[in-house]
């Protein structure tokens, strides 16, 4: 008999994750620590203006500087001169507009690739910059939401006719009928800042031409199959001839999604001149030139009845995309379809306007258009409760799905997106426990002492779900090696999640080792034809899913490899940490079965490995609730997270350190997202917030004690059970702190955008005179 | 973000890096910790033709008391002077302001001279050399001259260093008996330049009255601002909470901070008000003795 309950043994204990020995200890190998000898380095002349026609471009003076190798302009890229593909298009978008490798005729957006040039060193490379004389002509340019919209606007790409990149609507029950009978009916405009993902290691790529005419090219990504796939494209090469790696990545938070113009330029100018080429971006250029997110107005107005139940949501909102649409309408989207959330709504009127302005593209930074949706139906709630004197965790009580009617059909159908049915949850249970880990029914009393004291103290609280582990695929490969030792290949990109630790832990339950036994090798086009990346929350989901059944067929193999060696029936035989072991004793180690297997007769693989690709058949839904108290300084109205709980059901727990290691990490995107950062820019569409000391990424210090807890609702849809735990932290933590703060001001501010500025608060309290 | 070619010189003496500056004129830069100077040379926003790092010159680091007067060579990190007891004894209000200088990784590459030759008017020092009157001991071809805190900051980054002058030593009055401090700030993160910096120190006579009062403000103006209308108020009088809010009121009036990205003028007028206040009453008890350091 083989051993079925080996699998509960390494899958959701808190092993220590393989990385960080290497990550720690400054051992990582990252894009800029591969070397490559006798190579180039790029930089990037980018447009100082957000929108303008590009005319001559004249790069003599930068050409004859000593150690400049070549410097090229749109119209010497050859095949590669022409749009960037869309990610991931929607039917709603015609002719979207995407970035090209180096501006053509127009640039728009500051920040925008003009020209590429090639030198011995970065500070040769930055000279030869100063030395490009470009003639813009600057054009009128779009800076805001707002300004798009207006009548008679200017356009943020001249020659068409107005900003809007695509509109999608989606309409359930009678929302009509539901606003007509309201007991009350609440309206209301929020808006949610433009931010953007920090990663310590900014983007960079190097790509080495091979004598046989072959490319092999590092880059900081998520998803090295997709870069492939756009460099044989805009190179006009077989996908065979590129080989793509992602290797260590220090951070990426969904912007790394994206194929970039550098991948590009980086790429064709090795092939070009027959030399490994690198660039790294620094932190200015990332800035300006990484794709950005968040960014929405929201009109939305919410019909309840006396009880405080919602009866219709009606929802008209515009989405900032930027100056290109790499990922289509995937932000405004998402936003949409998550306006239903946890809660049971009857009717819901629903539609997004995604409108082009000149700024760098609005394209998936963690959570996806889900913070945006999650806020303003969070903030709904807290107004239900105040107009109707409500407690705010009452409200969402009542209008929160019963578990007991999972599977739960929103009977939500979005274009590009299909119908919206929820696998498992229970959001009443995650609720009880935050408020229960955040000390909820106690919390009044200590605020009103805190009061006594001139301390303002506020509680918020927040749900929702996502939807994750999207299709198509994603695939794994596993192999044992003639020592025994066993190889996982599972290409998706890892940025942080901990891929080397969770992955050997699925595999080594299947084949009864210790998960130090399983190598996972990441990241890499060579090891797997086909492959999708890591975004979304799906890794787990889906290329975990393929690592088990990779693993399952492995074992299989195993078994039926030592049948034959043995001359004994499968059924008798036990796969342990040693090997296959038959009950008279005599175990055959798996590296052994390597050697024996290609000597086996019939069918089958000349040793041990399996690939899997694993297809969901529909999306899994996370959930999760926090709760955020606050303290406001009565003088200056500064704002401290005193503390937060979050209670997470991402289904079966692989690992609860990593879980507990994103889960923490969104947290802290969601306190920046609340309270600190924010893109903005001027008038004229320039970015203003380029360094640290502008743009303000919460320290440490800013980022509260983070309460952690479960709620376990296994997914249907893939074998783990699991749903994933990626995009989490970051999506319910603006909305909690929001309501805390006016919680803290007893209701004489109201929070209707963030981040939230200190200097809005004060002028709160100097109007209501609080606390004084 | 690489800076553009220059050339490095690295003297060992006050007087080479004299000769140095006089030779090369407007083309030379003086490096002096770099925290400031390192950000502006990559992103190219500086860019001299010859750095002369001070590092080396061993006459300009250092602190030593002489008399009643504490002199800190400009070359002194950040670092060394607020954990220097000398300092802490002479002259608390410095190292109370000095933890409040950016993250300990930059106080311990950042220099007290460069500081305040850089002349932030959000950062820390040139309040803290305002509020104590410091003198600013400048060395030049033609030997050294002395100059006030007024004198010495002219605007926006911006002081009255000629080409071919280095800041060589701060001069910190050492602080009588019955005197208090405080620094006080307020920032978005922990280790911002703050929206609003108040340096105070009070001196009381023997009679309990206000002898001595000084109010300076970071983030208010284009050089550290002394808040000369709320010291009058307080003067010669036993401090009471009256005179206090009279002095924070004052402060409002006599400020007139600009708006950025950070905060309106009209916030950080208010922000002066109420951190002086903060800062006054800690710095009259500190003198009265009733709370310590």
């Known amino acids: 008999?083989?051993?079925?309950?080996?699998?509960?043994?390494?899958?959701?204990?808190?092993?220590?994750?393989?990385?960080?020995?290497?990550?720690?200890?400054?051992?990582?190998?990252?894009?800029?620590?591969?070397?490559?000898?006798?190579?180039?380095?790029?930089?990037?002349?980018?447009?100082?203006?957000?929108?303008?026609r590009v005319g001559a471009i004249d790069v003599a003076g930068a050409l004859a500087l000593p150690g400049v190798v070549a410097v090229y302009t749109a119209a010497d890229l050859g095949p590669a001169d022409r749009p960037?593909?869309?990610?991931?298009?929607?039917?709603?978008?015609?002719?979207?507009?995407?970035?090209?490798?180096?501006?053509?005729?127009?640039?728009?957006?500051?920040?925008?690739?003009?020209?590429?040039?090639?030198?011995?060193?970065?500070?040769?490379?930055?000279?030869?910059?100063?030395?490009?004389?470009?003639?813009?002509?600057?054009?009128?340019?779009?800076?805001?939401?707002?300004?798009?919209?207006?009548?008679?606007?200017?356009?943020?790409?001249?020659?068409?006719?107005?900003?809007?990149?695509?509109?999608?609507?989606?309409?359930?029950?009678?929302?009509?009928?539901?606003?007509?009978?309201?007991?009350?009916?609440?309206?209301?405009?929020?808006?949610?800042?433009?931010?953007?993902?920090?990663?310590?290691?900014?983007?960079?790529?190097?790509?080495?031409?091979?004598?046989?005419?072959?490319?092999?090219?590092?880059?900081?990504?998520?998803?090295?199959?997709?870069?492939?796939?756009?460099?044989?494209?805009?190179?006009?090469?077989s996908e065979e001839t590129v080989r793509v790696i992602s290797p260590d990545v220090g951070g990426a938070f969904g912007m790394k999604g994206n194929v970039y113009p550098e991948e590009v330029l980086v790429a064709c100018a090795a092939l070009r001149l027959g030399r490994p080429v690198r660039w790294f971006e620094d932190r200015r250029e990332h800035f300006l030139a990484a794709t950005q997110e968040r960014d929405q107005i929201h009109r939305v107005s919410v019909a309840v009845d006396e009880q405080g139940r919602i009866l219709a949501l009606r929802d008209h909102f515009l989405h900032d995309t930027g100056a290109y649409v790499p990922y289509g309408m995937v932000v405004a989207v998402n936003t949409l379809y998550h306006l239903h959330g946890p809660y049971r709504i009857p009717a819901l009127d629903l539609k997004v306007t995604s409108v082009y302005t000149n700024k760098s593209a609005n394209a998936p930074y963690r959570g996806a258009g889900r913070p945006q949706a999650t806020f303003i139906l969070e903030r709904m709630m807290d107004q239900i409760a105040a107009e109707l004197g409500l407690d705010p965790a009452e409200v969402r009580r009542r209008n929160l799905i019963d578990p007991a009617a999972m599977p739960y059909d929103t009977g939500l159908r979005v274009a590009g997106r299909g119908a919206i049915i929820y696998d498992s949850g229970d959001y009443l249970e995650t609720l009880s426990k935050a408020l229960a880990a955040i000390g909820y029914d106690d919390f009044q009393k200590r605020q009103a002492e805190a009061r006594i004291h001139g301390r303002l103290l506020g509680i918020g609280v927040a749900c929702y779900n996502e939807s994750s582990g999207s299709g198509p695929f994603e695939g794994a490969k596993v192999r044992v090696d003639r020592n025994g030792r066993i190889f996982v290949y599972a290409p998706t990109g890892d940025s942080g999640q901990g891929h080397e630790t969770t992955f050997a832990q699925i595999c080594a339950d299947v084949l009864g080792v210790t998960p130090d036994a399983v190598q996972v090798v990441t990241g890499d086009t060579g090891t797997l034809p086909y492959g999708v990346g890591t975004f979304g929350t799906r890794t787990a989901a889906l290329a975990g899913s393929a690592v088990l059944v990779a693993s399952q067929e492995v074992k299989a193999r195993a078994?039926?490899?030592?049948?034959?060696?043995?001359?004994?029936?499968?059924?008798?035989?036990?796969?342990?940490?040693?090997?296959?072991?038959?009950?008279?004793?005599?175990?055959?180690?798996?590296?052994?079965?390597?050697?024996?297997?290609?000597?086996?007769?019939?069918?089958?693989?000349?040793?041990?490995?399996?690939?899997?690709?694993?297809?969901?058949?529909?999306?899994?839904?996370?959930?999760?609730?926090?709760?955020?108290?606050?303290e406001v300084e009565p003088r200056t109205g500064m704002v401290r997270v005193e503390q937060i709980a979050f209670v997470h059901d991402c289904g079966v727990v692989l690992?609860?350190?990593?879980?507990?290691?994103?889960?923490?990490?969104?947290?802290?995107?969601?306190?920046?997202?609340?309270?600190?950062?924010?893109?903005?820019?001027?008038?004229?569409?320039?970015?203003?917030?380029?360094?640290?000391?502008?743009y303000l990424m919460p320290t440490a210090m800013e980022v509260a004690p983070i309460r952690h807890d479960h709620v376990v609702c296994p997914s249907p849809h893939n074998p783990l059970g699991v749903k994933g735990a990626g995009e989490s932290g970051v999506i319910p933590v603006a909305p909690a702190i929001a309501q805390a703060i006016e919680d803290a001001l007893g209701g004489r501010m109201r929070v209707d955008r963030v981040p939230v500025r200190p200097e809005e608060v004060w002028q709160a309290l100097a109007a209501g005179e609080v606390g004084s | 973000?690489?800076?553009?070619?220059?050339?490095?010189?690295?003297?060992?003496?006050?007087?080479?890096?004299?000769?140095?500056?006089?030779?090369?004129?407007?083309?030379?830069?003086?490096?002096?910790?770099?925290?400031?100077?390192?950000?502006?040379?990559?992103?190219?926003?500086?860019?001299?033709?010859?750095?002369?790092?001070?590092?080396?010159?061993?006459?300009?680091?250092?602190?030593?008391?002489?008399?009643?007067?504490?002199?800190?060579?400009?070359?002194?990190?950040?670092?060394?002077?607020?954990?220097?007891?000398?300092?802490?004894k002479c002259c608390p209000l410095l190292a109370e302001?000095?933890?409040?200088?950016?993250?300990?990784?930059?106080?311990?590459?950042?220099?007290?001279?460069?500081?305040?030759?850089?002349?932030?008017?959000?950062?820390?020092?040139?309040?803290?050399?305002?509020?104590?009157?410091?003198?600013?001991?400048?060395?030049?071809?033609?030997?050294?001259?002395?100059?006030?805190?007024?004198?010495?900051?002219?605007?926006?980054?911006?002081?009255?260093?000629?080409?071919?002058?280095?800041?060589?030593e701060i001069h910190f009055p050492v602080m009588t008996a019955r005197s208090g401090w405080a620094f006080r700030e307020v920032s978005r993160r922990h280790g911002d330049f703050a929206l609003v910096g108040v340096a105070a120190q009070v001196t009381l006579d023997a009679a309990g009255r206000v002898e001595r009062a000084a109010v300076a403000l970071t983030g208010v103006g284009p050089t550290p601002v002394r808040a000369a209308g709320a010291e009058a108020l307080l003067i010669g009088r036993e401090p009471d909470p009256a005179q206090l809010s009279a002095a924070c009121t004052a402060v409002t009036k006599e400020v007139e901070p600009e708006s950025d990205l950070h905060a309106s003028g009209e916030y950080r007028r208010h922000l002066a008000g109420a951190l002086t206040g903060e800062a006054l009453a800690l710095a009259i008890r500190r003198a009265r003795g009733e709370v310590g350091v």
């Open chain 1, 1 to 52: 008999m083989t051993q079925d309950n080996a699998g509960e043994r390494w899958i959701g204990s808190a092993v220590r994750r393989f990385e960080d020995l290497r990550l720690l200890t400054g051992r990582g190998q990252f894009v800029d620590d591969i070397r490559l000898p006798g190579a180039l380095h790029g930089a990037v002349l980018r447009s100082p203006h957000a929108h303008a």
């Open chain 1, 559 to 630: 078994l039926s490899v030592a049948a034959a060696v043995l001359g004994r029936p499968e059924t008798e035989l036990e796969l342990h940490a040693a090997g296959v072991m038959a009950p008279d004793g005599r175990v055959l180690p798996l590296g052994r079965l390597v050697d024996q297997a290609p000597r086996v007769p019939g069918e089958g693989v000349p040793g041990l490995e399996a690939t899997h690709y694993f297809r969901p058949e529909a999306n899994v839904w996370p959930s999760g609730a926090c709760a955020a108290i606050v």
């Open chain 1, 655 to 694: 690992n609860p350190l990593t879980v507990q290691g994103q889960v923490e990490g969104g947290v802290a995107q969601g306190i920046a997202g609340a309270l600190f950062e924010e893109l903005r820019y001027d008038e004229q569409g320039q970015l203003l917030t380029t360094t640290f000391m502008d």
């Open chain 2, 1 to 88: 973000m690489k800076p553009a070619r220059f050339q490095y010189c690295d003297p060992e003496t006050l007087d080479e890096a004299l000769r140095l500056l006089a030779e090369h004129g407007d083309d030379a830069k003086i490096l002096a910790g770099g925290q400031s100077l390192m950000p502006l040379l990559n992103m190219r926003l500086a860019r001299p033709a010859v750095l002369v790092d001070l590092s080396r010159v061993p006459e300009l680091a250092g602190i030593r008391q002489e008399g009643d007067v504490l002199i800190i060579g400009a070359m002194t990190r950040h670092r060394e002077a607020e954990t220097s007891p000398l300092v802490r």
């Open chain 1, 84 to 237: 960037l593909p869309v990610m991931i298009a929607h039917p709603n978008q015609a002719d979207p507009a995407t970035q090209r490798p180096l501006a053509k005729e127009f640039v728009h957006h500051v920040g925008d690739p003009v020209a590429f040039v090639v030198a011995e060193s970065r500070y040769i490379a930055e000279d030869a910059l100063d030395e490009i004389a470009v003639d813009y002509e600057p054009l009128s340019a779009v800076a805001s939401l707002e300004e798009a919209v207006a009548l008679g606007a200017p356009v943020a790409h001249a020659g068409r006719e107005h900003n809007v990149a695509g509109e999608v609507s989606a309409t359930t029950g009678d929302p009509g009928a539901a606003f007509a009978s309201a007991y009350k009916v609440l309206d209301r405009e929020l808006r949610i800042h433009r931010g953007c993902a920090q990663p310590m290691e900014t983007r960079g790529v190097a790509a080495l031409p091979g004598a046989d005419g072959a490319l092999t090219v590092w880059t900081s990504t998520q998803a090295p199959h997709r870069v492939r796939k756009v460099l044989a494209e805009t190179l006009e090469r």
């Open chain 2, 97 to 168: 302001a000095l933890g409040h200088v950016g993250h300990l990784a930059i106080r311990t590459r950042g220099t007290i001279g460069g500081s305040l030759a850089h002349a932030d008017p959000a950062a820390e020092l040139p309040a803290v050399a305002a509020a104590l009157e410091a003198e600013l001991v400048i060395a030049g071809p033609e030997g050294r001259r002395a100059v006030k805190p007024e004198e010495f900051f002219l605007t926006y980054l911006m002081t009255s260093l000629a080409p071919g002058e280095i800041l060589a």
